[in-house]
């Protein structure tokens, strides 16, 4: 199973991001690099939510139902002229669920990384969380993902499995903020490079610059 830095990597991830770029008036660039940090926490995000029975089930009802991939059959429709305001309500309603009160100190923090502002970065997730779902629901299908134990391991499975402590020791680290905003202090500090680094935070910091091109 490729992973979901892989599937950015693809043809049909550079169509994604070209979209989402078009659609939300943002640097094709600059969008790459936003979805290439948060579609991970975004998924380790739904990978805690899936420990829990109920939110196992809630997952996969929503992969087998409306989030069942067909979004991805209508991409071009999907993109020309705009998304439509439901799909981007429905991406907000994703985030909430996925995020709750760490959304906001996430899109600071990636927005400190990318360059773009905090409101261009929601804008951008708005837009690509169904599409995320798009694709969450087609591996469902794809691997005969039938109940929901066998949500967590998929997710794992997009996201590197072992391979890429360093990068969900970082995801840890962004999602278990206690969410009071100091998620921007705690996480910003090690990822941008600031003051106060915890012993960690070279090798993420290396490996988050390398995933977006920086030092």
């Known amino acids: ?15 994604i991001i070209s979209g989402v770029a078009g659609s939300t008036g943002q640097d094709t660039q600059k969008t790459g690099s ?13 990978q805690r939510n899936a420990a829990t029975q109920s939110g196992a089930e809630g997952l996969m009802g929503a992969l087998s139902g409306k989030h069942d991939g067909s979004i991805l059959d209508n991409l071009g429709d999907l993109f020309n002229g705009g998304v439509d305001a439901s799909v981007l309500q429905d991406g907000g309603n994703i985030l ?7 959304q906001n100190g996430v899109e600071q923090v990636i927005s400190q990384k990318s360059g773009i502002d905090s409101g261009a970065v929601g804008n951008i997730l708005k837009t690509a969380a169904p599409i995320l779902m798009g694709i969450l629901g087609k591996q469902s299908r794809q691997n005969g993902i039938s109940n929901a134990g066998d949500i967590s391991g998929l997710l794992g499975g997009l996201l590197g499995g072992n391979s890429a402590q360093k990068e969900q020791s970082f995801l840890e680290q962004i999602l278990d903020a206690d969410g009071d905003g100091s998620v921007v202090d705690d996480v ?3 990822v941008l490079g600031g003051g106060g680094q915890k ?17």
């Not at 199973?1 to 169509?15: A, E, V, Y």
């Not at 909430?96 to 760490?102: A, E, P």
């Open 188 to 190: 910003a500090g090690m």
């Open 34 to 46: 936003v979805l290439t940090m948060a579609l991970p926490v975004l998924m380790k995000a739904m």
């Open 96 to 102: 909430g669920h996925v995020l709750g009160n760490k």
């Open 1 to 15: 199973m490729s992973g979901i830095l892989d599937l950015l990597n693809s043809d049909l991830g550079k169509t």
């Open 199 to 215: 012993k960690s935070g070279g090798l993420l910091g290396g490996l988050l610059g390398g995933l977006f091109g920086k030092k």
